[in-house]
């Protein structure tokens, strides 16, 4: 009879334990699954913070394109990259401002628009100091980014004058084509995430292909950031 009992109860306490064991692999797969799901949340969401993208002009200032090209910046709260001639940052002293006023970057394109070879090299730097000189004096911000055209660069540069060359990855060809939705569709067949666009702020087209350019990305969740910030974040 007690040993009856005694069985009855071991059983009972069995399935006690057993419903409790139940229970508690369900509670923690259930707390798995929301961490993952939680944890995947996260990354998409990391993934779309990081799908940063920069928009550069060079060769300007232009006293009327950029002013426009400014205005549709302002209006869509975008920062662009300016890498600007000190030929062009003289003439038109209040663009340079402006653009730094509204929070964009500045950068050296030379002061003549100087293409760097084996023989004009100290002529090259000259050019380059001249126009940090003329932008400095205008914002009050140290230069520390050149865009050299066309690309040629020497390297012994950015130790002499703490500056760093940014190239492009994204080049639409805009200054040989009035064509915007051409323009505009070069971008953006090409772009992806952490992309420089290289576009020049001295034709109605470009400042026109930009906007509408801008406009498409930010749509596909494109975040327009100045090129420091791709290259050191
Ligand atoms: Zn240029």
């Known amino acids: 009879m007690v040993d009856g ?9 069995k399935k006690v334990i057993k419903i409790f064991a139940v229970l508690m692999a369900a509670i923690v797969l259930c707390g798995a699954a929301v961490m993952r799901d939680r944890l995947s949340a996260k990354a998409a969401g990391d993934m779309e913070d990081s799908r940063k993208i920069a928009i550069t002009f060079d060769d300007g200032p232009h006293p009327y394109y950029t002013e426009q090209l400014l ?8 920062k662009a990259t300016f890498f600007v001639t000190g030929m062009h940052a003289e003439q038109y ?24 070879s084996s023989s004009n090299s100290d002529v090259f730097k000259e050019e380059l100091i001249r126009t940090n000189d003329a932008i400095e004096q205008l914002t009050g911000q140290e ?17 002499e004058l703490n500056m760093f060359p ?44 930009a906007l509408q350019v801008i406009d498409e990305l930010m749509e596909e969740g494109y975040e327009f950031v100045t090129v420091d910030e791709l290259l050191f974040d």
């Open 93 to 116: 002293p209040d663009v340079i401002r402006r653009m730094n006023d509204e929070g964009h970057l500045i950068g050296n394109h030379t002061y003549s628009h100087m293409q760097l």
């Open 166 to 209: 940014v190239l492009w990855t994204v080049d639409p060809l805009d200054w040989c084509s009035d064509n915007v939705a051409g323009i505009v569709q070069k971008v953006t067949s090409k772009v992806k995430e952490n992309s420089i666009i290289l576009m020049h702020d001295e034709y109605k087209s470009t400042v026109t292909a």
């Open 71 to 78: 205005d549709g910046l302002k209006e869509r709260g975008v």
């Open 5 to 13: 009992m005694r069985r009855k109860s071991s059983i009972r306490l």
């Open 143 to 159: 230069v520390q980014y050149v865009r050299p055209p066309y690309g040629t660069w020497d390297k012994k540069f950015e130790k």
